[in-house]
Structures are given as C-alpha cells and as structure tokens.
C-alpha cells in the first residue's frame, strides 16, 4: 500500500461497484508496522432487472500478523517489582522497543511482528534475566514462563 490510502472498486460500474478504503498499515509507537491481511468473499444471487446484482452474504476478515507479549514480574517473596526494564531484540540483535513494568508488575506490548525475538528484564538492585528465543505468534497474548510470573532475585541473594 506504500503508506497511502487506496481504494478498491469490485468491478460492476460506478453505481454498482462495491467499494472497499484500505489504510496502509498500524505503526506502533516503535515504528514497527503490523501488516493486516483482507479476505473479502460475496455471492452474487438475484439479479435486480437492469444488470446489477445484490449480494446476500458477505464477509469480511481482517488478519493481523502481530501479537502481544504480557506478563508480570516479581521478586522472590512474590512481591510485584514496579519499573524493570525490559527490551526486546529480533534475532539479529536489534532492538525493537522497550518498556517498563507497571505499578502491580505487569507489562503489555503489542504489536510484535510474528517472529522469534530476546527479552531482557533489568532492574537496579536485582539480577537480569535473558529469554532467548521468544516466539510470538499473531493475534494472541503470549507469555513468557507458561503464563508464570518473571522472578527476578536480588543482587547477592
């Protein structure tokens, strides 16, 4: 869509074209786009006399190729941590976006692209933690650990 607006017209004239405005893509604050897909199915059943054709079924589905990574970080008492860090890299390293835990240690980024990516969680007085090979599949909230808390120890602990 190179990052304008486009219009589809289904062809059936001007009057009996359906129209379809497509916007390119989401970007999310990080600049990562998230492609969106269009199924578009209609049946043409009665004609109406003069060539023109109603349709009684359609449907329309639209399929984002991104998902979410949620979750939530504690300490080793199970105390939620508030502001850890965290940073996601792709699998050559460069870095995605970033954020912080909330107030109940939760977290909430959307808009990962589907795809295999390393998540770092860092906080001063606690040792980091690595998760390689994050997979994050479209249109779902995935997590780390099986849905688990992130436990993060003290430093020296």
Known sequence: IDGEEKEITIPGGAKSGLKINIKPPLVAA???????????????????????YSMASTAIRATSLSGTLKGNVADSDGNPLENVFIAITDASGEAITETKTDSDGSYKIITLNEGSYTVTMSLDGYTTQTFNDVLISAEKNNRLLDGEDVVMTASGE
Do not use: H, T, W
């Open 30 to 52: 990080n600049g990562q786009s998230s492609e969106v897909i269009l199924d578009f199915n209609a049946r043409r059943v009665k004609e109406n006399g003069k060539g023109r």
